[in-house]
Each structure stands twice: as structure tokens, then as C-alpha cells.
């Protein structure tokens, strides 16, 4: 999965980026400039974890 890809699920699941840098305790600026070039493999999953805890947070909220 490369960074466009992230992009499109955090799109796709009305994600902001400030939603999953919060989750990750990293400042919203820090987390767009990680954008900049290819996130390394462990970033990636680091993301892609926090995006499922969002959803799963939201899927709390709705019960």
C-alpha cells in the first residue's frame, strides 16, 4: 500500500488527517509532511492501525 492508497481509505471512511495524527500523538503538521515522500513500512501500518481505531470508535458511538 503506498501513500495514495492511504490517502483514498482515510477519504473513503470520512477520515481527516488531524483525526488520525491525533490518534497517533503527533502534531497535525508533523503528520502531512510525512506525506512528502514514501512512508517506510512501519509508519504505514502505524496508520493504517489508527484508521481502524477510528472507525472502530465511531462504530462504538453509533451503538
Known sequence: MD????RVVMRDNNI???QVAK???VNETS???WFREEL???RKQQVMSAIEE???DR???QK
Open 3 to 6: 501513500n495514495k492508497q492511504i
Open 16 to 18: 481527516y488527517m488531524w
Open 23 to 25: 490518534k497517533l500523538n
Open 31 to 33: 503528520f502531512c509532511k
Open 40 to 42: 517506510s513500512e512501519e
Open 54 to 56: 477510528i472507525k472502530l
Open 59 to 61: 462504530l462504538k458511538e
